[in-house]
């Protein structure tokens, strides 16, 4: 094959020894000089030659001389053929001067418009035949460029002449130029590998890599002349340079930016974090925080030592507000908006990092248990505020996202007995009294403690429910066998699914035990073999009053009505006389006399007036009681209740605690029959879902010995054996 040029020059020479710009032209001397290419050369002049000192007189031809038959073909035939041979780069049978004469005799002849013409048929036809070839190989396009100039060589003659003086056709050049833009490089793939190619090669010159330079001038000649170089080239070439010297710029940076952050930062860590980090927690400065998590895990250790500064702000942080008895009233409040403050810091801050996650809950969890038991209670107390029908401050769905903040926060807690015994007894006043906001509410939050804690520890909550659901059945029927004057609604509790409630007896007034006694009677026949047990403390009535002003109805507890309907019979009662007559406790009385004669609805006046009910005390019926309402409620007060009720739910569950580990121990020892003390307890731990100390396992193993369901080892008395 041919050999390669090095650059792409616009050829403007004719075949020849030395390639000169014209073709070496034999003179003119004779009418038939000697035949070129089969065809007689006429003389173009008369000319007048001295030789020697003779003149030679050379005159015009009279008319022109004829083409051979056939030479039009014959000589396109042989022109075919050397394009075609310098096309599938093979050597060509005739020499190129020879060639040259032969495109002249045809301009000469006027066959220059057929001659341009199937020549851009030929180099059309062989651009469309070499289309899967150049998208497999694009850089063969220097081949062609070297090919279009050997072919534009022989040619020259019919680009000077025809193609110059019609300005409209493009020349030999251009036409192959134009053929191979519309047909070759027009194609993605071409343009695509031969882009990458170029790209390619600048890289690995780039990297030091030894590449042919005059190749790539060449391409990047071609692209310009073939007008594609902006569009298809510039802007990736571009891109790719600028990824260069971005990583040249990162690889000679780091070791300066290592160096900085060596030491201004890693050599003081803990300096920085002890002086700064409480404040930006404290004062919520999200971008500040943001800075100093990325600026520390750059560094090596930065960090490990961030958590452990980020544990520490958390547990002294939480601590101030589990601990501080005077924070109860808000300490949920307080836990709840600390862990959405923590949350949010972890999300924008810490990019959603598992460890500073896993680490908060770890912190949340050791100091929310730093006091035993209140925090549990809190939790319940807050849950029935939330679930109260009084609560008007949130939607359903706010309700619902309030719920699950208040389980995230639960989870965190070891005594989650002390919370059930609590929730159980708030959910029973809001059952009991119908002041449950909403029972999808109440069926939600019982569903995410099933989730979180098993189906054991809402048993007892469902049983409830069940209770409250089966009642209103067994009352339909009741009234519907049986309808009296007045209405009553009785709630059948199953006794071990309710807090338990010290009875109380009261001196119910007759129409009252009639009442009782018909719906005992209507119960045990449908249920034998039950018993029934009144609960005078859950009981509520409504009454109708009449005053001067008018009648009115009051929504009242048990005790309430057993005091008003005392003024039925008479206007006027003494503290004792009421005790006397009702029945009921005496703190429990004093209690339902202040709600009557001390509060808001005085439908009593107290004598002599006061906020305590002393003995002696009288109470006189207040017949000129004004209220704009119609229908009265008259809260009962309420105890410093709650003294007393929160000792006594807390020691319901320690006690319940102790039933729990002497099962567990029970079960552990008829199952090992033999076990020595520190496995026991071991084996307690994993099996308990309380916290308990050592020394309480300890009494409740001693327990068991004394009760023989287990004995020491005569020998070893850290052994136990199961006593069947």
């Known amino acids: ?32 000089v000697g035949h070129t290419n089969g065809l007689t050369k006429p003389a173009s002049l008369a000319a007048t030659a001295t030789l020697a000192g003779f003149n030679l007189p050379v005159s015009y ?49 006027k066959v220059s418009a057929t001659l341009y013409k199937q020549l851009r048929q030929v180099c059309e036809e062989h651009v469309k035949a070499q289309i899967l070839q150049f998208r497999e190989y694009p850089f063969l396009i220097k081949i062609f ?3 279009q100039i050997m072919i534009r060589s022989i040619f020259l003659f019919l680009d000077r002449t025809y193609v110059l003086q019609n300005s409209m056709l493009p020349s030999i050049w251009d036409m192959g130029l134009e053929l191979f833009r519309n047909h070759i490089i027009s194609d993605k793939q071409v343009q695509t590998k031969t882009i990458d190619g170029i790209l390619l090669l600048i890289e690995r010159e780039r990297n030091g890599e030894a590449v042919d330079r005059s190749l790539l001038r060449s391409l990047l000649s071609m692209l310009s002349d073939l007008q594609v170089y902006k569009e298809s080239f510039e802007q990736r070439f571009l891109e790719e340079t600028n990824c260069l010297y971005a990583a040249e710029g990162q690889r000679l940076m780091k070791p300066l930016i290592a160096c900085v952050e060596k030491q201004l930062l890693g050599e003081h860590l803990s300096a920085i974090l002890q002086k700064g980090l409480d404040n930006l927690l404290d004062e919520n400065r999200i971008s500040d925080l943001t800075q100093t998590y990325q600026l520390f ?23 101030t507000i589990v601990v501080n008895p005077e924070k109860d009233k ?8 600390f862990k959405d403050k923590v949350d949010h810091i972890i999300e924008v801050c810490f990019q959603k990092n598992e460890k500073f996650i896993n680490l908060m809950k770890e912190s949340f969890e050791t100091f929310i248990n730093k006091r035993p038991n209140k925090p549990a209670e809190l939790i319940a107390k807050y849950v029935d505020s939330k679930l109260r029908a009084g609560n008007k401050e949130a939607t359903d769905e706010e309700l619902e996202r309030i719920l699950d903040k208040i389980m995230i926060i639960f989870r965190f807690i070891h005594g989650k007995d002390v919370f059930e015994a609590f929730y159980k007894k708030d959910l029973a006043k809001r059952l009991l009294v119908g002041k449950s906001a909403s029972v999808d509410a109440e069926k939600s939050m019982l569903s995410k ?29 009741q009234n519907q066998s049986d309808p009296g004057n007045i209405d009553l609604t009785v709630n059948i509790l199953t006794m071990g699914y309710w807090p338990t409630y010290t009875p109380m007896e009261v001196h119910l007034n007759s129409e009252m035990i009639k009442l009782q006694e018909v719906f005992k009677t209507f119960y045990l026949g449908k249920h ?17 009053a009449e005053f001067k002003e008018g009648k009115k109805e009051f929504q009242v507890s048990l005790f309430q009505t057993l005091v008003l309907l005392m003024f039925n019979e008479g206007d006027e009662f003494s503290f004792e006389e009421i005790k006397m007559a009702t029945g009921v406790e005496d703190s429990e009385l004093r209690r339902t006399l202040q709600s009557l004669a001390c509060g808001k609805a005085r439908v009593l006046i107290k004598n002599p007036k006061g906020k305590d009910v002393e003995d002696g005390d009288k109470f006189i019926f207040n017949g000129d009681f004004k209220h704009k309402l119609f229908r009265i409620k008259i809260n009962q007060i309420q105890m410093k209740e709650t003294v007393e009720e929160q000792v006594s739910t807390t020691e319901r569950v320690f006690q319940d605690r102790q039933y729990q580990i002497d099962a567990a121990i029970v079960r552990i020892m ?25 020394g309480d396992l300890k009494k409740r193993i001693e327990s068991l010995i004394d009760r023989d369901y287990m004995e020491r080892d005569k020998d070893n008395p850290n052994q136990y054996h199961y006593v069947a």
């Open 1 to 32: 094959g041919p050999a390669q040029p090095s650059a792409l020059p616009r050829p403007d020479t004719a075949p020849g020894a030395e390639m000169a710009d014209e073709p070496q032209k034999k003179p003119h001397l004779s009418a038939l």
């Open 61 to 109: 031809f009279t008319e022109r001389p004829k083409l051979p038959d056939n030479y039009t073909q014959d000589t396109w035939q042989k022109l075919h053929e050397a394009v075609g041979a310098i096309q599938s780069s093979i050597s060509i049978k005739y020499n190129l001067e020879e060639l040259y004469q032969a495109v002249e005799n045809l301009c000469s002849y």
């Open 145 to 147: 460029i070297y090919f």
């Open 297 to 319: 895990s750059r560094v090596k250790g930065g960090q490990q030592i961030l958590l452990q500064h980020w544990s520490e702000y958390i547990k002294n942080f939480g601590t």
């Open 330 to 337: 808000d300490m949920v409040q307080e836990l709840l908006d």
């Open 449 to 477: 403690l099933k989730h979180e804690c098993g189906a054991a520890f809402t048993s007892k909550l469902e049983g409830m429910f069940k209770d409250m659901e089966l009642s209103k059945d067994v009352m339909y029927m």
């Open 528 to 544: 034998s073999g039950r018993k029934l047990q009144w609960q005078t403390t859950l009981g509520h009535a409504v009454l109708k």
């Open 670 to 694: 008829k199952m090992r029959k033999t076990l020595g003390h520190n496995l026991l307890v071991s084996e307690l731990y994993n099996q308990l879902k309380f916290p308990v100390k050592p």
